[in-house]
């Protein structure tokens, strides 16, 4: 497995996976990869998911975007009260640097990411404005910050809370960290994945999110639940059902 560390836009770091067939007379079909968090950061260590992806012949970009960890305290708190703006800018860079890769196939994008990661992937599919990607896989994660903040567990919400407030003394911040407002954007299909014994984010994000796709219509998307996960997918049978799905969800075809 092949990865360097890169650097993109406004001093964004991220690790980049490269399948060994990949060529400019070859180019392979690439996923952006958010990690999850936010205060946490992609690191140099075995991830079975990544492997999985470039095996299959994908390409990888994992952002360390603005908020992580391990490039200073100004850094990390960068998306203090910016939940959703500009981290994904940030991941929507990210993309715009694979594009440039003569090794990438820019046609053939793909975004996903677990818990804020998936809040992340969910915001690339709402505000990319200029149609990067090609499908968005969102695992475990919130869609509406507002009612998240009053549905999770006690950590999460005061995690929530140190670095956005609360919903009463920052609307504007959590309105616009809501990519449930902004469905209606949504040109791509999504993968919607959530384990139903989940505290930290609340099953029923997942529910307003696939409510409001089927309120305004004409998206594609498939939801699946898994009664015996928690805020991760640990046990076998729905780690291969998911895996099988995502495999499906990512095939980025360019027809």
């Given at each position: 497995?092949?990865?360097?560390?890169?650097?993109?836009?406004?001093?964004?770091?991220?690790?980049?996976?490269?399948?060994?067939?990949?060529?400019?007379?070859?180019?392979?079909?690439?996923?952006?990869?958010?990690?999850?968090?936010?205060?946490?950061?992609?690191?140099?260590?075995?991830?079975?998911h990544v492997q999985c992806l470039v095996d299959r012949g994908f390409a990888v970009?994992?952002?360390?975007?603005?908020?992580?960890?391990?490039?200073?305290?100004?850094?990390?708190?960068?998306?203090?009260?910016d939940w959703g703006?500009?981290?994904?800018?940030?991941?929507l860079a990210a993309a715009d640097f694979l594009r440039t890769l003569d090794w990438v196939d820019g046609d053939r994008l793909g975004v996903a990411g677990a818990s804020y990661g998936s809040y992340l992937?969910?915001?690339?599919?709402?505000?990319?404005?200029?149609g990067r990607f090609r499908a968005a896989v969102c695992v475990y994660g919130d869609c509406d910050i507002r009612t998240s903040w009053a549905q999770g567990d006690r950590g999460g919400a005061q995690d929530l809370e140190r670095?956005?407030?609360?919903?009463?003394?920052?609307?504007?911040?959590?309105?616009?960290?809501?990519?449930?407002?902004?469905?209606?954007?949504?040109?791509?299909?999504?993968?919607?994945?959530?384990?139903e014994r989940d505290e930290r984010v609340h099953p029923r994000q997942s529910e307003q999110l696939v409510a409001a796709l089927r309120s305004v219509g004409g998206r594609t998307f498939e939801y699946v639940?898994?009664?015996t996960e928690a805020h991760g997918f640990l046990r076998f049978e729905p780690q291969v059902d998911f895996h099988r799905r995502d495999r499906k969800s990512t095939r980025l075809n360019s027809s």
């Open positions: 497995l092949e990865f360097r560390r890169v650097l993109f836009r406004s001093a964004i770091h991220a690790l980049l996976f490269r399948p060994r067939d990949a060529s400019a007379q070859s180019p392979a079909p690439a996923i952006v990869l958010p990690h999850g968090g936010p205060t946490s950061l992609y690191a140099d260590e075995w991830d079975g970009i994992a952002p360390n975007f603005r908020g992580s960890i391990s490039y200073g305290r100004a850094f990390e708190r960068l998306n203090h009260g703006v500009g981290d994904t800018r940030d991941c992937a969910l915001l690339c599919a709402t505000d990319d404005d200029a670095m956005m407030g609360t919903p009463h003394s920052n609307p504007a911040g959590y309105d616009a960290g809501s990519p449930v407002d902004r469905v209606d954007r949504v040109r791509i299909p999504l993968l919607i994945a959530h384990g639940t898994y009664p």
